[in-house]
């Protein structure tokens, strides 16, 4: 199992708000990088921390953390929002990358 | 724009060792580290390693060691990784994905490798 957890499954009903969260001990001392993949598609970066968005990516989706728990809130959800998402950020040692298991998210 | 082009798929038989080519453009190839990721089939991202242009240094995830190899050819802005002793567990999509300096993620991907361990 991953150093990061996360449920791997989540819904929201079309149009409204959903957090997808990633927790794990070194998310105390780093933060966490989140990535969206569609079915046969390569992972797209959507957000880093506390809400640091890449280019292009729409301001529906935000960034937060706290302790141990690092969030991705997607508000307004639209049918295009349906796919995986998955944390990344820094194992317990500080040394190596990390991934979390995953969330399917699924749009009502 | 940064743009990382990867090599086709593969088919590889047990035992075997496989390498992985992607080409970048777009950016300072010796200026930002590079991750390799790969997806087995209907599972999570696992990350494998990060490896720098600059100094040809690497890190592993300790799951690869010794099995596992991060190269460059700083004439054509390509990274490689070569696996080595192949599985079926090693079936897996590849990915390559530029280090983002700034927040030490990856940010840019390539678009895949599909390599394919069967005999």
């Known amino acids: 199992s991953s150093e990061l957890a996360q449920d791997p499954t989540v819904s929201v009903t079309l149009g409204q708000t959903v957090r997808i969260t990633c927790q794990g001990d070194?998310?105390?001392?780093?933060?966490a990088s989140w990535y969206q993949q569609k079915p046969g598609q390569a992972p797209v970066f959507v957000m880093y921390?506390?809400?640091i968005r890449p280019p292009g990516i729409s301001d529906r989706f935000s960034g937060s953390s706290s302790g141990n728990t690092a969030s991705l809130t997607i508000t307004g959800a639209q049918a295009e929002d349906e796919a995986d998402y998955y944390c990344?950020?820094?194992?317990?040692?500080?040394?190596?990358?990390?991934f979390g298991g995953g969330t399917k998210l699924t749009v009502l | 724009q940064v743009l990382l082009v990867q090599s086709g798929a593969e088919v590889k038989k047990p035992g075997a060792s496989v390498k992985v080519s992607c080409k970048t453009s777009?950016?300072?190839?010796?200026?930002?580290?590079m991750h390799w990721v790969r997806q087995a089939p209907g599972q999570g991202l696992e990350w494998m390693g990060i490896?720098?242009?600059?100094?040809?240094?690497?890190t592993y995830a300790q799951k690869f060691l010794g099995r596992v190899s991060m190269t460059r050819d700083t004439s054509t802005n390509t990274v490689f990784l070569e696996v080595s002793g192949l599985t079926s567990e090693d079936t897996a999509m590849y990915f390559c994905a530029k280090d983002d300096v700034l927040t030490g993620a990856p940010d840019y991907w390539g678009q895949g490798t599909l390599i394919i361990v069967s005999s």
């Open positions: 777009g950016y300072s190839f010796t200026s930002y580290q």
């Open positions: 921390g506390k809400n």
């Open positions: 990344h950020s820094r194992d317990s040692s500080g040394h190596y990358g990390v």
């Open positions: 490896f720098n242009p600059s100094g040809d240094t690497t």
């Open positions: 070194s998310l105390r001392s780093h933060d």
